[in-house]
């Protein structure tokens, strides 16, 4: 996949004004109370550290980590917790940090996983995209920056076979691009 053939979606501009506004509706939400946001690895890195630069309650961070794409383009249909180490969060509240919602599955498989281990005070499930044409699953996320077509994107964490995560926008290939 050579970059240049890669068509901008959501320029760093965009990003960060929709990111601003996102983070607005949730310290109206949150109102001053403390909140633990759990980013979800590799892909919501970007969008999880630029949202809690403008989140203004006490605010502690943790990391998890899961998998199911296959390496390139194609997600496996299964979840894996490759990490999913968290503190005590009974009576906490609890934001999840994603960076696409695509068939559903990841965050069925964390919120479930919340709801078995932990009564949280509440749990939020955040996402800057929103594929909501990919959905097997009943679930919608609380928060989402933009509805996006079911095109492969990459850039601003999300990858193709691992590269392209550090760029500051979003764009997509076409499908013949990816082959
Ligand atoms: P889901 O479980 O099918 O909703 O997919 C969730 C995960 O698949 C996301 O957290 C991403 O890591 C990955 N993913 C889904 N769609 C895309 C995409 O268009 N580009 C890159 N990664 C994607």
Do not use: W
Not at 42 to 57: I, Q, R, S, Y
Not at 102 to 123: E, Q, V
């Amino acid at each position: 996949m050579n970059i240049n053939n890669l068509k901008i979606l959501f320029t760093e501009e965009q990003l960060q004004e929709r990111i601003k506004k996102l983070a607005e509706e949730m310290n109206k939400f949150y109102n001053g109370e403390e909140v633990y946001a759990v980013c979800v690895l590799k892909g919501a890195v970007m969008f999880a550290t630029d949202l809690v630069k403008h989140l203004d309650m006490p605010l502690k961070m943790e990391f998890i980590r899961l998998s199911s794409y296959n390496g390139n383009t194609s997600t496996s249909g299964k979840v894996n917790a490759v990490d999913i180490s968290l503190p005590d969060l009974n009576g906490k509240n609890v934001l999840i940090i994603e960076d696409i919602v695509d068939t559903g599955l990841t965050a069925k498989f964390l919120l479930d996983f919340m709801n078995c281990n932990f009564h949280t005070k509440s749990t939020k499930f955040c996402s800057l995209l929103d594929k909501k044409i990919a959905r097997v699953t009943e679930v919608e996320p609380d928060y989402y920056g933009f509805e996006v077509d079911d095109k492969f994107l990459i850039g601003y964490g999300l990858d193709y076979d691992g590269y392209y995560r550090n760029l500051r926008y979003i764009g997509y290939a076409e499908k013949s691009a990816l082959e």
